[in-house]
């Protein structure tokens, strides 16, 4: 069983691909009961028609095996309906009066047109939270745009720092790093929703634009030009006041070390280390902060050196043992055998459906004495419509007359494919 | 309306970027936040930029933005002595951040009542147990473990690159803050105390855009390659006055982009019709998109092809974030008055909620030291016994 934290808060995901699912599943972590509200007869981004890269070999529908919707979806109930049909926007609303906060995704003004607007979920549900994640927010001029995590990246300005100097800005790659930190702020908003109910009565609105849920986290960069007055430019892995620090390959193909030493004792350490004692002696024009400064080309030179003859794990290991930052650069290959991970049971066996058993990535924190588990695996399309609408009233009769009209439904195929058509 | 968090008491102790960020996210949504720090200023304090860049404890950016708020108190945990206030100071508070060294977060932890007292969350890069629970690492270095550092980098076989200065280490602290808001919630609901471990590492790695996912379940170890002309428009483009970030490959926005730039007939072409046609005629396609993006502004092309619902925003830089009209029409900035530096442009609130957000000056290191203990029942006496042996400042 999960972490109780949250138990008898009911949480209603009618998100998709991973910033909203992920905040919801977070949610889930700590006990909430969380249930999801997948798109049918229309396939959500996660669930695709033909076997692509994210999806692997294997028996079972395609859209199982889908490594995007399969990361972020555990512990929840799994539904999907078609919430545009009569008995489906029912169904969705009678979800709507047993539930404590609604987490949807969609570009701004999509789900007032599908008739689930703040007004009328608020006159339906007064207790009810609903927290919309459009990518620039609710409210504004860009109301209605969309974009994916790198557009999002782009307008807030992490693009214009990530990257090394002198490297064409075409070959910075997107990043979809607001799909990481949206379900972050997706779980403060809920539950800052709930605290507020505790005393009003009533369920507030979340607009939460994703640029500025994550924009926060550029406080450095920002601080340059407000204080300074300098626009930021890509620094690479360089920090204009700590040398070394930098990035290094290593002896085994494809593979890199960090190192950084912040103050004299480090450097003293990483020295050491090296073979070379003296270079942290007084005297030493390496031996002080503002010498290292003035030679950053050639102790980077040093430690290029060093690092191109050893494994990244292991020349890792050895300078952390002298006390010096430094960790690989670690590909997933590189994390399985970490003694740290292992050590702490963080990779987490689950059985997934059409897959076995694999070694899951673990929780994002551990806790006493009720901590994280997998208490359900990723749910199949569907998996528990039959549960969820009998706890809300329904007869058998009723569920499959639900099913009958295409209301709900457990799988996709041509037939259910054909219905988007119609 | 008061603030969401009104009334909740939250303490923070080791003045780390990390553990700023995450009692922050309390403090200006109307928490009571106690900033526990050591005289000298900690990594929060320490970190450039700074006005001016004249390097100075009140005046840096991460404590200008991630300290709002609070009300600071200069007090070495380190000691007994100061151990003992810090117990006063938890007697009533729902929540304890902290990040120190391992050692000291046990003893940290020991001064909380297990029954009575706040749940704690503490942060640190590795954890607090297990093989790795001493390392030193910084923001760099713990990103690196991620996996995300492994695939972020310029091409396929180049070095790969950190995130923006302190982006993953604001992550930690934000989910540090997420998981507090739920053991908080669960202690006043259950009566039940947590005690919450966050591993930086863990966080990130954890996180939905885990590299790791891929290689569980597809075997594959990606890496970034820059520029993509297997399927296109992804990543940066060039325009007239600098770049836009496409994300258009997929069917339909493929559709709406040549529809955008007023050739729809490409949809049908076959040379870009089907992905292994389309893999081998970036260069075709660049005719046709190069001359339209290039005499089109960021804000052109931003606007015009979003009319087509075409996923592509303008790529900002620092000076220009704050003047972008979504930004301004929100609020997504803001303007403290802080008493030593004037008033600094910050980032505004991480969701909008009515009337649940504000963000107040940050403290002077200490500023709050005579308010708190005189609160706690400290005497001049004792305050001065204190002070003078070193265990305020």
Redesign the interface.
Known sequence: MT???????RVIDLAEV??G??GA???GD??ADVIKVESFPRRSLTRPLQPD????DGPGPVYE?V?SQ???NRNKRHMAMDFRSEGGAEALRRLLASADVLIEGFAAGAIDRAGFGWETVHALAPRLSM?SMPA??V????S?????G???????????????PG???????????T???S???V???A??????RE??GEG??????Q???F??????????????G???QP???R???VVP?G?Y?AAVP?H?????A?TDA?WAGLAGALGHAEWAEDGHPWASIAGRLGAREEIDAELAAYAAARDHVEAADEL?AA??????????????P????Q??G?FTPVDQPY?GT?????????????GPEYERRSGLIGEHNAEVLTELGYGADEIRALEAAHAIGDHYDAETDALLGT | MEQPLAGMRVIEVGGTIAVAAAAKQFSDFGAEVVKVEVASGGEVRRTPPFADDRPHLDTGAYHLSLDTGKRSIALDVATPSGREVLGRLCVGAQLLFLQLPPELTQRVLAVVDAESGPSTVAISPHGLDGPYAGRVENDMSMFAWTTRMYRHSISEDGEPLRYGPNVPTIQVGATAAAVGMGVAWGQAHDGTRRDVDVSGVEALAGNVDTGYIDWVLLGTERRARGRLTENYPIGNYACKDGYVMFAATLGPQFQRLCTAIEHPELVDDPRFNEPIAKSQHWADFMEYLGPWLEVRTRSEVFHEMQQHRVMVAPVLDMSEVTEDPQAKARGSFVQVAQPLVGPVTIHGAPFQMEEAWEARPSPRLGEHNAAILDALGYSRDEQIALFRAGVTG
């Open positions: 972490s109780r934290a949250l138990a008898g808060v991973w910033a699912p992920f599943c977070l949610l700590m006990g890269a994210r999806v692997a095996r490594d399969i990361q972020g927290i620039w927010g409210r504004g001029p860009y209605g745009y969309v974009a994916l790198s557009g999002i990246d782009a307008s807030v300005g992490h693009v214009s720092v990530r990257g090394a490297e064409p800005a075409e070959d910075v790659p997107g990043g979809f790093h799909d990481a930190t379900p972050i702020e779980v403060f908003a539950l800052a929703a709930l605290r507020r005393r009003t507030s609105f979340v607009d939460l634009s640029a500025e849920g924009a926060w986290a550029l406080v450095g960069s920002l601080g340059e030009w407000q204080l300074a300098r626009v930021p620094l690479g892995n920090d204009p006041h620090h990035c390959r494809g890199w070390v960090t190192i950084a912040e480090q952390q006390g010096v930052i430094a960790a690989p650069v670690a590909a997933p290959s590189t994390m399985l970490s003694p740290q991970l050590t702490r963080w897959f694999r070694l899951f990535p673990g929780f994002l924190w551990q806790m006493e004495p009720d």
